[in-house]
């Protein structure tokens, strides 16, 4: 099997962390011939086999599960009390006293591949990291396609050499977290179209572009360039079947140019968003905050009390720099838009 086995058409819905994505939308992209794509960062072992057997119940396409690649830390107490007092301006805006310590920090990535290997899906995609050779290898020997994410070359040169099938070549314009995983976050700053030749002429294996690609003008652009797909998150962030907030789909809709950043403040990783007063509250402390997932997981109880009041001030609203060419449809007809769309002239 090969990347160009697992799909008709050259796109690939994006995951999206933290319930934005869902079963039925990941089933809807693959009935189309393009492939889907679930999320399973947050998801323990048991949520991941539940989801993927709705996927599963949805349509007998190929899909992909995508996961950060993580080892769970043991930060110092004083590490902890100090990045919630940084936090203070944000939760004492919500009236609260005092801001829960965590009952873990992440989920236990190891527990969630030997999960990856028992569920079998056609492609597993990785980003934050690397996997080993050794974890390859058993992926392929279950079947399994390996996708690694990469925002410079060196990345896509490691990827390559431990066995990973195919890259995606992730440009600064992308929303959500960075994947960067070799030296500094900011220093991978390279755009989509400058970052897909580097890439492609670096390395033998596919490469997937994503970042900025709304429509199929753009699709075409990037196969043009020598990608063998595009990775697209924004564009079905808005579609019918995403699981995103009512309020926060209304901001991506209403986002005309207002700006998109990156920041630090909600996860401890560099990741793009809609710019908000939680961004602003936190800006001065940036640098110092605890590395993802520790801040990530201090913010999470902030973020569901946003939800649920519809504070998107205080909401972490991931989106890439093309949020005002996002287009609210059902997630199939997204698709066929785009296809019809990279073969006009």
Same mark, same amino acid.
């Given at each position: 099997?090969?990347?160009?086995?697992?799909?008709?058409?050259?796109?690939i819905q994006?995951?999206?962390?933290?319930g934005?994505?869902?079963p039925?939308q990941?089933?809807?992209v693959?009935n189309?011939?393009?492939?889907g794509?679930l999320?399973c960062?947050l998801?323990?072992?048991?949520?991941i086999?539940?989801?993927?057997?709705?996927? /599963?119940?949805?349509?007998d396409?190929?899909?992909?599960l995508n996961f950060f690649?993580?080892e769970?830390?043991?930060?110092?107490v004083?590490?902890?009390?100090q990045?919630?007092? &940084?936090?203070k301006p944000? &939760?004492?805006s919500?009236? &609260?006293?005092?801001l829960p310590?965590p009952?873990k920090w992440?989920?236990?990535?190891?527990?969630?591949?030997?999960?990856l290997?028992?569920?079998r899906?056609?492609?597993?995609?990785?980003?934050?990291g690397i996997?080993?050779?050794?974890?390859?290898?058993?992926?392929?020997?279950?079947g399994?396609l390996v996708i690694?994410?990469?925002?410079?070359v060196?990345e896509?040169?490691a990827?390559e050499?431990?066995?990973?099938?195919?890259?995606?070549?992730?440009g600064v314009?992308?929303?959500?977290? /960075?994947?960067?995983?070799?030296?500094?976050?900011?220093?991978?700053t390279?755009g989509?179209?400058?970052l897909?030749?580097l890439?492609?002429?670096?390395v033998?294996?596919?490469?997937?572009?994503a970042?900025?690609?709304?429509?199929?003008?753009?699709?075409?652009?990037a196969l043009?360039?020598g990608?063998?797909?595009?990775?697209?998150g924004t564009a079905?962030?808005?579609?019918?079947?995403?699981g995103?907030?009512?309020?926060y789909?209304?901001?991506?809709?209403?986002?005309?140019?207002?700006p998109?950043r990156?920041? /630090?403040?909600f996860?401890?990783?560099f990741a793009r968003?809609?710019e908000?007063?939680?961004?602003q509250?936190m800006s001065?402390?940036?640098r110092?905050?605890?590395?993802?997932?520790?801040?990530?997981?201090?913010?999470?109880?902030?973020r569901?009390?946003?939800?649920k009041?519809?504070e998107t001030e205080?909401?972490?609203? &991931?989106c890439?720099t093309?949020v005002?060419?996002? /287009?609210?449809?059902?997630?199939?007809?997204?698709v066929?838009t785009?296809l019809?769309?990279?073969?006009?002239?």
């Amino acid at each position: 099997m090969n990347l160009a086995s697992v799909f008709q058409h050259p796109i690939i819905q994006g995951p999206m962390a933290g319930g934005n994505n869902t079963p039925t939308q990941v089933a809807a992209v693959s009935n189309t011939g393009a492939l889907g794509s679930l999320a399973c960062s947050l998801l323990s072992p048991a949520a991941i086999r539940e989801q993927t057997a709705q996927i /599963r119940a949805l349509t007998d396409r190929p899909f992909c599960l995508n996961f950060f690649v993580l080892e769970t830390p043991t930060p110092p107490v004083e590490e902890v009390e100090q990045a919630k007092e &940084w936090l203070k301006p944000v &939760w004492s805006s919500l009236g &609260w006293t005092e801001l829960p310590t965590p009952a873990k920090w992440c989920e236990d990535f190891s527990a969630q591949f030997e999960a990856l290997l028992e569920l079998r899906p056609a492609v597993a995609s990785f980003t934050f990291g690397i996997l080993s050779a050794e974890q390859i290898r058993r992926l392929h020997e279950a079947g399994i396609l390996v996708i690694g994410t990469i925002t410079q070359v060196d990345e896509a040169l490691a990827w390559e050499s431990r066995g990973a099938d195919a890259v995606i070549a992730s440009g600064v314009e992308s929303g959500g977290h /960075r994947g960067t995983f070799l030296g500094a976050q900011e220093d991978a700053t390279l755009g989509t179209f400058e970052l897909l030749p580097l890439v492609v002429a670096a390395v033998k294996i596919p490469v997937i572009s994503a970042g900025g690609i709304m429509s199929g003008a753009d699709i075409r652009r990037a196969l043009d360039g020598g990608a063998q797909a595009v990775q697209m998150g924004t564009a079905f962030l808005v579609t019918d079947e995403s699981g995103i907030h009512p309020a926060y789909k209304r901001r991506l809709l209403t986002a005309g140019d207002h700006p998109t950043r990156l920041t /630090r403040t909600f996860s401890g990783r560099f990741a793009r968003g809609l710019e908000n007063r939680f961004m602003q509250l936190m800006s001065a402390n940036e640098r110092l905050l605890p590395l993802y997932p520790i801040q990530n997981a201090l913010t999470s109880p902030i973020r569901a009390e946003a939800a649920k009041r519809g504070e998107t001030e205080l909401m972490s609203l &991931w989106c890439g720099t093309g949020v005002a060419r996002a /287009r609210p449809m059902p997630t199939a007809k997204l698709v066929e838009t785009l296809l019809a769309e990279i073969s006009a002239k």
